[in-house]
């Protein structure tokens, strides 16, 4: 049996272990799952560890999705982008493989709830899951991207990739936005808040309760201030959740998938954390 583990820290929140377990045993792969609490200065000793033969491969969250990336055989190309991963792949000939499920798991989200495409969006943060965000976007045919930031200086490679993906970009620093561009802001058909759990809730006066879609990343506790703020569809992060895992668990278990189970794996894991299921 192959082993698999989300790291990070803290770990003990994570509910990783719940979905992809549901999905292994689903398909009857070999596949044993745990959480393993890691700092960044462990991935080096960690990484090194996985070519022992005995790892399918591991999901990583934060602090640690760019402390593994130069410790990869290879990249994604969206990884080489972002300089962030959630995903390790361990080859059958013990090479690693840096890929990140987030893109994915927001595009699936939103394709959950009927949206496939949209003009405009609009990120709140400029962190690693913002990153993830702003490739979403592109995917999703976005040309004009607002980012809200508490400071522009911390935005600049956030900037840099919204315009090397070819997206007419713009900042607003939290504090300078004012009741009009409040009202502008809320118009914005699609939203995502990609700040931590309650870093949001100093926000919802700035940001109003806007009319589009908002997939909030946060998810416990649930809802946010900002999502019970929001008057249009609000989507929690644990539909991304899903679906990142989803296709972190196609990769890990190649052997076992079969394409056309998609539907019950994805199935299986809403149940597994109580949630209604998706057609």
Known sequence: MKQAAVLGHPISHSKSPVLHRAAYQLLGAPISYSAIDMEPGQAKAHARSLRDGNWAGCSVTMPLKDAFVPHMDELSVRVQRLGALNTI?????????????????LVQALADFGLTGSTQAMIL?????????????????????????????????????????GLQTSVREISSIDT????TLGAMPLVFSTLPPRAA???????????GILLDVAYDPWPSALAQAWGGTVISGLH????????????????????SRRMDVTNAMYDSLGLARHQ
């Open 89 to 105: 792949v361990v080859r059958e000939d013990g090479t690693l493989y840096g890929e990140n499920t987030d893109i994915d798991g």
């Open 125 to 165: 943060g400029s962190g690693n899951t913002a990153l993830a965000a702003i490739e979403a976007a592109a995917e999703l045919g976005v040309k004009e991207l607002t980012l809200i930031v508490r400071s522009a200086s911390r935005a600049t490679y956030a900037v840099q990739l919204a315009k090397a993906l």
């Open 180 to 183: 009009a561009m409040a009202s």
């Open 201 to 211: 809730d100093a926000w919802v006066e700035k940001i109003g309760a806007g009319s």
């Open 240 to 259: 991304m959740l899903v679906h990142q895992a989803v296709e972190q668990v196609r990769l890990f278990a190649s052997g076992s998938w079969d394409e």
